[in-house]
């Protein structure tokens, strides 16, 4: 059976970019009609997705995009992909969907397979060793070579597309503030989220909310947990201060392995112990008790990820200005933080 090619060997190929071969495919205006006929003709022999040549030829569109998503098993980015694909569907787009499973590597490879085929853009939430590590060549490439790319949710100031971000300062400063109305003196933070662009703004959000409210920062009272200590462990030792009457989770992992611990020790909750978290998954409102959380409108904000990719595609102004959108939080009270 004959090896399929791709997009990179036709471009390898003539000596041009990937861009270039995809535009002639598409038979665009910017290329020569010369090489229009070389690059076709040479796909069309080597059997190179004849199907897809036609559609392009006729529709200048594959209607096909990209996502890669940095977790699955996290309700939020779950909750994002369920917005991304209605509105894909509702405008006929297709998607191919990968999981960088947090790994740099993984996300460099997954974007030159998505580069590799003909796609009409990428979503992309950056992998948290991406972040870690601040390479971002595989994205800066990849729009260099004319794909439209669309961030959401973790993202970087260092790449220049279009944006979708949750105004996480302000989540972690409203819920900072409502354990701070509600009764709570010492208001511990927990973060297994350090690396990420995410949990550094909303450890600013707290930060925020302590100083209005002229509570002195502690840096002890920010509990910051890495991959290879044992969870468990260093919460105890932190709730050992039994001072501590409020805990702002990161993330909702942490929130629930937290609410086990606490009923462990015997703290009354909320009149003890009150509990707000990052994200608005929908165990937390079926545990006991039920957990506050920040909400980030995960399906919106893919809803919004993908609109704002479908526009970047099917605008014929190439110069049409990058945007960010910010998406705001919100706050369900339930019965793990007192009422006001």
Do not use: W
Request: one cysteine or more; charged letters at 25%.
């Amino acid at each position: 059976m004959p090896k399929r090619i791709t997009l990179k060997h036709i471009a390898n190929t003539f000596g041009v970019s990937i861009a270039t071969v995809s535009k002639a495919l598409s038979d665009s205006y910017e290329i020569s009609t010369s090489t229009k006929e070389k690059i076709v003709a040479y796909a069309r022999a080597n059997n190179y997705k004849s199907k897809s040549i036609d559609l392009s030829l006729l529709h200048k569109k594959t209607k096909t995009i990209g996502v890669i998503i940095p977790n699955i098993m996290n309700s939020f980015f779950a909750k994002v992909f369920v917005g991304i694909e209605a509105k894909a569907n509702e405008h006929g787009y297709h998607l191919i969907s990968c999981i960088s499973n947090e790994s740099y590597e993984k996300e460099v490879k997954t974007m030159e397979l998505l580069k590799s085929d003909t796609l009409d853009g990428i979503l992309i939430s950056l992998a948290e060793e991406t972040q870690v590590k601040q390479k971002y060549a595989h994205l800066k490439n990849a729009i260099n070579e004319g794909v439209p790319v669309v961030m959401f949710d973790r993202v970087s100031e260092e790449i220049n597309c279009d944006k979708v971000v949750v105004n996480d300062l302000e989540g972690a400063y409203h819920a900072t503030k409502h354990l701070i109305q509600t009764g709570c003196k010492r208001v511990a933070l927990i973060s297994v989220i350090d690396n990420l662009s995410v949990g550094k703004l909303r450890v600013q959000g707290y930060k925020k909310a302590l100083q209005e409210f002229k509570i002195p920062v502690e840096e002890k009272l920010i509990v910051r947990i890495g991959k290879h200590e044992d969870f468990d462990t260093v919460l105890k030792i932190t709730l050992a201060d039994k001072t501590i009457d409020g805990l702002l989770c990161l993330e909702e992992s942490s929130a629930v392995n937290a609410l086990q611990i606490i009923k462990h020790m015997q703290y009354n909750i909320p009149e003890d112990m009150s509990i707000a978290c990052f994200t608005n998954g929908k165990m937390l409102q079926h545990l006991t008790p039920s957990i506050s959380a920040i909400s980030q409108h995960g399906k919106y904000i893919g809803e919004t990820a993908a609109k704002l990719l479908i526009d970047r595609i099917e605008n014929e102004d190439q110069n049409k200005p990058f945007e960010t959108k910010v998406v705001k939080t919100s706050l369900i009270e339930r019965q793990s933080t007192r009422k006001i």
